[in-house]
C-alpha cells in the first residue's frame, strides 16, 4: 500500500525533475485515485511536504507548490551556501568508496546531458549535493540539502535561469577531482564558485524594493515637452501688440486634465 512517504518522495522528485511548476495545484481527491490510498494519506503527505517548505495551503487554492519570492529564493541559495561549504570544510579526506559513488553520479549526469530527457537531467544535476552529503557520511543534511535543491529548481524555474547545465556538470566534475587530489580547500572554493554561478544566473532584481511598481505608477505624469527658455526683456514688447489680435482667434479649447481620466487608466 502507499504510504505518505512514498508520495512525498515522489513529489520531491516530480520538483527536482522540474515536472511539477511553482504554483501547481495538489489536488487531494486527484492525487489519491493516482495512489490508490484515501485522502487521509494524501494530507499526511502533503502536511509533510509543507513542514518542509514545498508545498502549502490556503483555504482558496486548496494545496499548491510553493512560489517563493525573491528574499527566499536568496535565502535559499544563502542556506545551500553554508550547509555545503560547512560540509567540506570539516573534511579532512574522502575514502575510495565515497568517490566510487561520485565519480557513478557523474557517469549518470554525462549520459543524461547526452540524451533526450530533460527530467533526468534536472534531477541528477541536483542529485549531485544530496549524493555528496551522502558519500560524507551526513545523512541529516543530506536530507535538509534534498529540500533545498528542490526549493531552488523551483526558483530557477519560477525566475528563468539561464544556467547551462554542461556548465553544471563541469562544475561538478571539477569538485570531485579536487575532493580526490586531497585538495579539500579548492573543492570548496569550487562549490562556492559553482552555487555563485547557479544563482547569478537567475533574473532575480539586485535590490527588493516593494514599493517600487505602485511608486512607477504613481510618479507624476509629466503633461507637456520642456519648458521653454524665458525670452530677454526686449523680445516681450512684440507679443503685447499682438495680444488684441489673438483674442479675435477663436480659443482652443485646453487638454483635458481630469482626474478620473488617469485614475480609469491606472484602473
Not at 109 to 116: I, M, Q, T, Y
Not at 198 to 223: C, F, G, I, T, Y
Request: aromatic fraction near 4%; glycine fraction near 4%; include cysteine.
Amino acid at each position: 500500500m502507499t504510504s505518505a512517504t512514498d508520495i512525498s518522495n515522489r513529489i520531491i522528485e516530480a520538483v527536482m525533475a522540474q515536472k511539477l511548476a511553482p504554483g501547481s495545484r495538489l489536488g487531494e481527491q486527484q492525487l489519491a485515485m493516482l495512489f490508490d490510498c484515501s485522502r487521509t494519506i494524501v494530507r499526511e503527505a502533503l502536511t509533510r511536504l509543507s513542514t518542509r517548505g514545498i508545498v502549502t495551503v490556503s483555504a482558496r487554492r486548496g494545496w499548491y507548490v510553493i512560489e517563493p519570492s525573491e528574499d527566499e529564493a536568496r535565502e535559499a541559495f544563502e542556506a545551500r551556501r553554508v550547509i555545503e561549504l560547512g560540509l567540506l570544510h570539516q573534511l579532512k579526506s574522502v575514502d575510495k568508496a565515497a568517490l566510487r559513488q561520485l565519480k557513478s553520479h557523474l557517469q549518470r549526469e554525462k549520459a543524461a546531458l547526452a540524451g533526450s530527457d530533460v527530467g533526468a537531467r534536472s534531477f541528477l544535476l541536483g542529485d549531485f549535493h544530496v549524493c555528496l552529503a551522502e558519500c560524507l557520511g551526513n545523512s541529516l543534511l543530506a536530507d535538509t540539502l534534498r529540500d533545498f535543491t528542490a526549493r531552488t529548481t523551483l526558483i530557477a524555474m519560477l525566475y528563468q535561469s539561464s544556467h547551462d547545465a554542461a556548465q553544471s556538470c563541469a562544475d561538478h566534475v571539477r569538485i570531485v577531482e579536487a575532493l580526490e587530489a586531497g585538495d579539500i580547500a579548492r573543492a570548496e572554493a569550487l562549490m562556492s564558485e559553482h552555487i555563485g554561478t547557479v544563482q547569478d544566473a537567475l533574473r532575480l532584481q539586485a535590490s527588493h524594493d516593494p514599493l517600487a511598481e505602485l511608486r512607477d505608477a504613481l510618479a507624476p505624469v509629466r503633461k507637456s515637452a520642456s519648458a521653454p527658455a524665458a525670452e530677454p526683456a526686449k523680445a516681450r514688447a512684440p507679443r503685447k501688440a499682438s495680444a488684441a489680435a489673438a483674442k479675435k482667434k477663436k480659443p482652443v479649447p485646453p487638454p483635458s486634465d481630469d482626474a478620473s481620466t488617469y485614475l480609469g487608466a491606472l484602473l
